[in-house]
């Protein structure tokens, strides 16, 4: 896993998006939805798709993480 760290510039936009446009919680809560929308409606349209499978796995996994970083739901007991 590599470790990048964010500019300043980055980190001060995230702050903002995050103070002034959306609650954490509410867009860890969008970004499991639309994981959850879009794996569903890809394993209903190609249920037999292989060719994209690794991809897919990493995209739904990564956007999991970032909804636990937003709010760490899963991760409680």
Not at 21 to 49: C, D, F, S, W
């Amino acid at each position: 896993m590599s470790t990048n760290t964010l500019s300043k510039e980055a980190e001060t936009r995230l702050m903002n998006f995050f103070n002034n446009t959306i609650e954490p919680e509410g867009m860890a809560k969008a970004i499991r939805q639309v994981n959850y929308l879009l794996a569903l409606g890809i394993m209903r349209e190609h249920e037999t798709l292989q060719t994209q499978i690794n991809t897919l796995e990493n995209s739904f996994y990564w956007l999991n993480e970032l909804a636990e970083v937003l709010n760490p739901y899963l991760s409680l007991e």
